[in-house]
């Protein structure tokens, strides 16, 4: 809403790009907060891993079904307003990046109670993640954002 009136613009078309920090929680602690959006941590990532030097999501390492995720900066944007906007496909050294809207649960479980909107309750968002394979390898893994291991 802030982003909206500073920018003028009809908060209906503003959306979320997904930064992945390079910076630890400590580091970004250090210095000012964003002027816009907000910096999340302390995610998990489920049957996948990031891989900082290139930027993007990755195979999971042998038998880790669950690691840690880096901090990542929810941005508000708008195509009048950002002119560079945040590019999640494309490629690199290494080969092809790929976009992957992964989903953002509570927890683990993937269910939950059904809101009005047909969402359920331990749904949060997608997230548009940078990744090393197309969407349907990370679907099939069942891979997923989580804000917390306990159920």
Partial sequence: QNYARQHT??????????????????????????????????????????????GCL???????????????????????????????????????IYAFDCPLYRTPERRGVLTTTGHSTNFVCRVTLRASQPATFWVKRGTALLCSLST
């Avoid at 042998?62 to 999640?88: A, N, Q």
């Fill in 58 to 96: 990755d195979d999971s390492l042998d038998r880790v079904l669950f690691s840690s995720f880096p901090v990542l900066w929810l941005r508000p944007t708008h195509p009048d307003v950002d002119k560079e906007p945040v590019e999640y496909e494309g490629s690199d050294d290494h080969g092809r």
């Fill in 9 to 54: 613009v009809p908060i209906d078309e503003v959306s979320w790009a997904f930064v992945v920090l390079r910076e630890t929680e400590a580091e970004l602690s250090a210095r000012p907060p964003p002027e816009t959006g907000a910096y999340v941590s302390g995610l998990f990532i489920e049957a996948a891993s990031w891989n900082a030097e290139r």
